[in-house]
């Protein structure tokens, strides 16, 4: 008996070493590296790497970007999160419903998802443009006036938030869609007979039936807030003067455009702060309001 | 029955307003990829003009099959992709098999250690991931590009949760009936887990396909580049490279991804039902 259990041990162990492997060297490893190297100075030509304290963190707080790129992804969060959540049941419930054209409308939804960021920036790039993009040759129809969108500071950002929703809300409709459909029909039968209006039916039965599917997609979605910066590379480069950089993206540029990995490091430790934070967070907020079968 | 015959115009009309906002929704979203095959297939000069009788014309992509490498842009992204997603189903097969099915000690720290997984995803560490690839000598390798995403936390976690709705019973026959630890993985557990194995590599092969800051960082050179670089490098605006150009362009690398979609689309919600996503 010992002797099968110390077998199943080993089995256990030869099965999951290869995976484990990888992800210690590319997840824990740099995850927990990033912060030891926050401590230390960035190694520039012969002058060595060195321990510098909290000098890194110094830097960070006297940093204006670090402070404009990080209310621009508090604001970027604030608006993509809800929004895409909001919009993705309501493409989960309409196709849900079979209405005419049901093919049409669930392709239509999920085709965003499918299509590479970096690729259709592009054609958002066009519609953003001013004078003759689609936005503002609409506008023009009814006689507004040019606006630079990705140009302005005022705007900037928002150009990327209503990339990223529209991103984004077809991948979560998905998986509504598959929680929507487990929900058996007598549920609503039920409800009919006892004269629910639809309203309530969807309050108080069909959306706490939801919740744990609520709870998975926002983690997706706060994760992807943080995530999601492909667009601006292509977009505004974070312009004008970080009116849209993210935080990543600032990371990206500080690691490979000026070359300041320690700063980097620093910057991803923070990332990795705010992720952890909100996450506990979550669990605990979203939770209590879970109903497990 | 009086109810139902009162409720049923105002059933009727609010049927229609849904359909209606579905439509319109559905129209603006679509709106985009709309506006990329106009261009794409129109001469240069109807970019911003809407003419129902414009010729149509294939130039457009000729013109950007030239004049980038894309040819071997295609090349890179199904090796990395067909690499990834290979590597994903073997690893995590076999982790969440262990996960599944057996008992021994640390269980519960190591799996939760997958967990982290899907909140610290190697997208966001890329200042350190860089410094291993260069320690391992492999910048510029499409391999390189690869391997932080092989050990997938989500696929361990997902087929870990497909394997445990495996009965017991069968794992037991099949035991009974002389199969080793992994002829049970392979004849019970691999085949039970298919919706899974679907709708898990969709998700991966269109993630991987569209991946883009990371494989930006690690390449450098034509050999490597996958699609999403390649075509962010030939679509510099101010390169003065037309918009119906970079729109073909654009349509060639979502191509490939969009007609499988289009075609399984079906399969794909199905399979993420029976999955068990949710």
Request: with cysteine; proline share 5%; hydrophobic share 55%.
């Amino acid at each position: 008996m010992t002797n099968s259990a110390r077998l199943q041990w080993v089995y256990a162990w030869l099965l999951l070493s290869p995976a484990l492997v990888l992800l210690v060297t590319f997840t824990h490893y740099p995850a927990i590296k990033s912060i030891i190297a926050s401590f230390y100075s960035t190694a520039r030509g012969k002058r060595q790497s060195v321990y510098i304290g909290l000098d890194n963190y110094h830097t960070l707080v006297a940093d204006p970007v670090f402070w404009k790129v990080l209310s621009n992804n508090f604001w970027y969060a604030v608006w993509t999160i809800p929004l895409s959540i909001a919009l993705s049941l309501i493409m989960a419930l309409w196709v849900n419903e079979k209405l005419r054209g049901l093919a049409f409308l669930r392709m239509a939804y999920f085709t965003p998802t499918v299509l590479p960021l970096i690729a259709v920036a592009n054609i958002w790039l066009f519609f953003y443009t001013p004078g003759f993009g689609l936005i503002d040759q609409i506008r023009g129809l009814f006689d507004l006036p040019e606006q630079n969108w990705m140009g302005s500071p005022n705007t900037a950002l928002y150009t990327m938030i209503a990339v990223a929703i529209w991103k984004e809300a077809g991948f979560f409709m998905i998986f509504y869609l598959a929680a929507l459909q487990t929900i058996p029909p007598s549920l609503r039968d039920a409800a009919a007979i006892e004269g629910a209006s639809k309203v309530y039916f969807f309050r108080r039965v069909v959306f706490p039936l939801l919740m744990p599917t609520t709870l998975f997609v926002s983690i997706n979605a706060v994760i992807n807030s943080f995530r999601l910066v492909d667009h601006i590379f292509v977009m505004t480069e974070g312009g004008p003067n970080n009116a849209s950089s993210l935080l990543l993206f600032y990371i990206y540029e500080t690691a490979f455009k000026y070359w300041d990995t320690a700063y980097a490091a620093t910057l991803t430790t923070v990332l990795l702060m705010i992720l952890t934070v909100l996450a506990i967070g979550q669990f605990f907020f979203l939770d209590k309001r879970v109903h497990y079968k | 029955m009086n109810g139902a015959t009162q409720s049923r115009p105002i059933f009727q009309l609010d049927r229609a307003l849904n359909t209606f906002g579905a439509w319109v929704l559905a129209v603006l979203w679509l709106l985009p990829l709309a506006y990329a095959v106009w261009t794409a297939f129109h001469p240069g000069e109807y970019e911003t003009r809407f003419d129902l009788f414009a010729p149509l014309t294939l130039d457009n992509f000729a013109d950007a099959w030239s004049q980038a490498p894309f040819a071997r842009y295609f090349l890179n992204t199904v090796m990395l992709v067909t690499g990834i997603v290979a590597a994903q189903f073997f690893l995590c097969t076999l982790a969440a098999y262990a996960f599944a099915r057996f008992t021994f000690p640390g269980k519960g720290i190591l799996f939760s250690l997958v967990l982290v997984q899907l909140l610290v995803m190697p997208d966001i560490l890329i200042v350190e991931n860089y410094q291993t690839m260069r320690k391992l000598g492999l910048i510029d390798t499409i391999m390189a590009i690869g391997l932080p995403y092989v050990a997938s936390g989500f696929g361990i976690f997902l087929l870990r949760q497909t394997f445990m709705t495996v009965p017991k019973e069968l794992d037991e026959a099949a035991r009974v009936e002389g199969c080793s630890f992994l002829g049970v993985l392979w004849r019970v557990y691999i085949p039970l887990a298919k919706p899974t194995y679907l709708a898990y590599g969709l998700v991966s092969v269109s993630a991987h396909w569209n991946n883009y800051v990371w494989p930006l960082i690690i390449t450098n050179s034509v050999e490597t580049r996958p699609l999403t670089v390649g075509l962010s490098i030939f679509a510099v605006t101010d390169s003065g490279i037309q918009w119906s150009i970079i729109n073909a362009a654009t349509l060639m690398t979502s191509g490939p991804l969009l007609i499988a979609f289009l075609l399984f689309q079906r399969q794909f919600v199905q399979s993420f039902m029976r999955a068990g996503i949710k």
